[in-house]
């Protein structure tokens, strides 16, 4: 992205949280320089701005301190450009549902994704798909109560929630063609499955989710890094 901005994000493009980070800045019509972070060797830049936790996102923002955390960082991007293109609903009560939701997705949605994405046990990945068969009737029925009927989770256009799922959607569509496992399929997810249509065809969607190859090099770091081969005797 653009060099020299006073805005830069730290990320690992392979990752939905650096992914949902793009989508907020690029609704918001804000330019960034992008630093692409070596998950197996972490830069001194990473680890001085996320010492606890050591991960991606990181965003910097003039001399603020830096700010981590997917969602922290999409709720500032909306509390410093609230004209343009707001993300969460101005009612409360459902700005509250919305974070509710969105933490419940990422204590529950992305280790599961993970886990299956480099598990070897058949056993544990047939437990894993049914898990998520389940996270998807969840967001089946939250898509219900929050879109109101319309398009988006947000509305008539991409929101907070849209942000907050559709950044694994690359990753969903991953599963399909390496694994043939469909996480959202028409039958079982009506809703969810024509969201995902209009998600795709949105050209926000289009530029910020990476390619089948960056994501299957992301699965591959995150297999090195859990599977680290053994050592050769002499």
Same mark, same amino acid.
């Given at each position: 992205? %653009?060099?020299?901005?006073?805005?830069?994000?730290?990320?690992? %493009?392979?990752?939905?949280?650096? %992914?949902?980070?793009?989508?907020?800045?690029?609704? !918001?019509?804000?330019?960034?320089?992008?630093?692409?972070?070596?998950?197996?060797?972490?830069?001194?830049?990473?680890?001085?701005?996320?010492?606890?936790? !050591? &991960?991606?996102?990181?965003? *910097?923002?003039?001399?603020?301190?830096?700010?981590?955390?997917?969602?922290?960082?999409?709720?500032?991007?909306?509390?410093?450009?609230?004209?343009? $293109?707001?993300?969460?609903?101005?009612?409360?009560?459902? &700005?509250?549902?919305?974070?509710?939701?969105?933490? %419940?997705?990422?204590?529950?949605?992305?280790? #599961?994704?993970?886990? *299956?994405?480099?598990?070897?046990?058949?056993? &544990?990945?047939?437990?894993?798909?049914?898990?998520?068969?389940?996270?998807?009737?969840?967001?089946?029925?939250?898509?219900?109560?929050?879109?109101?009927? !319309?398009? *988006?989770?947000?509305?008539?256009?991409?929101?907070?929630?849209?942000?907050?799922?559709?950044?694994?959607?690359?990753?969903?569509?991953?599963?399909?063609?390496? *694994?043939?496992?469909?996480?959202?399929?028409?039958? &079982?997810?009506?809703?969810?499955?024509?969201?995902?249509?209009?998600? #795709?065809? $949105?050209?926000?969607?289009?530029?910020?989710?990476?390619? $089948?190859?960056?994501?299957? !090099?992301?699965?591959?770091?995150?297999?090195?890094?859990?599977?680290?081969?053994?050592?050769?005797?002499?």
């Amino acid at each position: 992205m %653009t060099q020299n901005c006073e805005m830069k994000l730290v990320g690992s %493009t392979g990752s939905p949280f650096v %992914t949902r980070v793009k989508y907020a800045l690029k609704l !918001k019509s804000i330019e960034y320089e992008y630093i692409e972070e070596d998950l197996c060797n972490k830069s001194e830049l990473l680890l001085k701005s996320n010492p606890i936790y !050591k &991960r991606v996102p990181v965003l *910097f923002h003039a001399n603020e301190h830096p700010i981590t955390e997917s969602l922290v960082i999409i709720e500032y991007l909306d509390e410093i450009r609230p004209d343009i $293109h707001p993300l969460l609903p101005s009612n409360p009560s459902e &700005r509250a549902q919305c974070r509710v939701l969105a933490y %419940t997705f990422d204590d529950l949605f992305y280790p #599961w994704t993970k886990e *299956f994405m480099v598990t070897q046990e058949k056993e &544990r990945s047939e437990e894993l798909k049914k898990l998520l068969i389940g996270g998807s009737l969840m967001l089946e029925e939250a898509f219900a109560k929050l879109s109101k009927g !319309k398009a *988006f989770f947000g509305g008539d256009d991409i929101g907070y929630m849209d942000i907050v799922v559709g950044g694994f959607l690359g990753w969903i569509k991953f599963y399909g063609i390496v *694994f043939n496992f469909n996480v959202i399929e028409e039958d &079982r997810n009506p809703r969810l499955a024509e969201w995902v249509k209009r998600m #795709w065809s $949105h050209e926000v969607a289009r530029s910020v989710i990476p390619s $089948h190859e960056t994501h299957t !090099k992301f699965r591959n770091m995150l297999i090195s890094s859990m599977f680290p081969p053994l050592p050769v005797s002499p």
